[in-house]
């Protein structure tokens, strides 16, 4: 059913804590994105960006409220439930999180063992393919430590989108990198996912990259608006 949003999200509310400590951190979010699209989600820090994040990416549970990805409902699921739908998404980190004690290829491999229907000998090809995707073709066999700053976060890139996921969620991905680096970053996230028609939702607060968005949104105070 392509006519489904990627995400769904109403009413969503949010709480820290319990007793007297809980406090609201998100208020009546609703948001659709749909596959092919990116977003692009703006504000200051401690606004709710990253939780919201952490909840699509079912990292936290839902409390209250609907939060939908690919038509399955994160609030009440089981767990094979929500490793699913875990395995239909590309998480992109502010630190690339990569392991040190694995080559590129293999960081990127590690991805593909989540996907029991892709063949163990289809690794080497498809893994190599996408490190070459992101420039990274000659570099297979290099460890973390002979990668630069945006080489490692080309990997990271690269491991998210190996297994062609429906949806990938980018938090702060340039943040750590020169604007040169950090827009060749945006540049392959958004040629991958217009090649895959996946749907991208990305955090940040580097100004130089909106211009890949199909919408903006802002998140200030727990509270979502178009930006």
């Known amino acids: ?93 502010q630190h690339h999180n990569l392991l040190k004690c694995l080559t590129a290829y293999g960081n990127v491999r590690m991805s593909l063992k989540l996907h029991p229907e892709i063949p163990q000998r289809e690794y080497r090809q498809r893994a190599a393919a996408i490190l070459d995707a992101v420039g ?40 750590s990198l020169d604007s040169k680096t950090g827009r060749d970053v945006v540049d392959i996230i958004q040629r991958l996912a217009q090649e895959e028609g996946c749907a991208v939702l990305l955090v940040t607060h580097d100004s130089r990259i909106l211009d890949i968005a199909d919408r903006i949104i802002h998140m200030e105070d727990g509270r979502l608006q178009d930006g």
């Open 136 to 175: 990274l073709g000659d570099r297979l066999d290099y460890y973390p430590d002979k990668l630069s700053g945006g080489q490692k976060q080309r990997v990271a890139i690269a491991r998210a989108l190996v297994a062609q996921p429906k949806l990938v969620l980018a938090d702060e991905p340039t943040s």
């Open 1 to 93: 059913m392509p006519d489904l949003p990627v995400i769904s999200i109403n009413n969503l509310d949010h709480y820290f804590g319990r007793g007297q400590l809980c406090k609201q951190v998100l208020f009546q979010i609703n948001l659709e994105i749909n596959a092919g699209e990116i977003i692009i989600m703006t504000g200051p820090s401690g606004g709710g960006k990253t939780t919201l994040l952490t909840l699509i990416g079912g990292l936290r549970s839902v409390q209250e409220g609907s939060l939908k990805i690919l038509n399955q409902e994160l609030r009440g699921c089981q767990k094979s439930q929500l490793t699913k739908v875990r395995n239909q998404i590309g998480f992109i980190f």
